[in-house]
Nanobody
Framework: QVQLVESGGGLVQAGGSLRLSCAASGRTISGLVMGWFRQAPGKDREFVAA????????YYADSVKGRFTISRDNAKNTVYLQMNSLKPEDTAVYYC?????????????????WGRGTQVTVSS
């Protein structure tokens, strides 16, 4: 079992930055694919970013590419999402997720463990 706890969300003006953290417990994340997803009010959950277990491969949704960066520190059992140049349309609850599979996938149904989320609100 893996427990995931997100932090770092908040209210920020458009153009600003936030850094989300996802702290894991229960087991090491070193062998897990890690991802970030988000869900805005009235919308479906969507993929944001994912990172391979080694950190060597990263994947991003087109909507965040060039603005967001996913990273991981396996020694600290933590995954990060650096969000720059934030836009009002980035407003959502952001969720951290872990996948025990071998390959990075963008489908949330493939992920085995989820955090409770952290709210990000971007004002215009």
């Amino acid at each position: 079992q893996v427990q995931l706890v997100e932090s770092g969300g908040g209210l920020v003006q458009a153009g600003g930055s936030l850094r989300l953290s996802c702290a894991a417990s229960g087991r090491t994340i070193s062998g897990l694919v890690m991802g970030w997803f988000r869900q805005a009010p009235g919308k479906d959950r969507e993929f944001v970013a994912a990172i391979s277990w080694s950190g060597g491969n990263t994947y991003y949704a087109d909507s965040v590419k060039g603005r967001f960066t996913i990273s991981r520190d396996n020694a600290k059992n933590t995954v990060y999402l650096q969000m720059n140049s934030l836009k009002p349309e980035d407003t959502a609850v952001y969720y951290c997720a872990a996948d025990t599979g071998l390959y990075v996938v963008t489908d949330g149904y493939a992920y085995d463990y989820w955090g409770r989320g952290t709210q990000v609100t971007v004002s215009s």
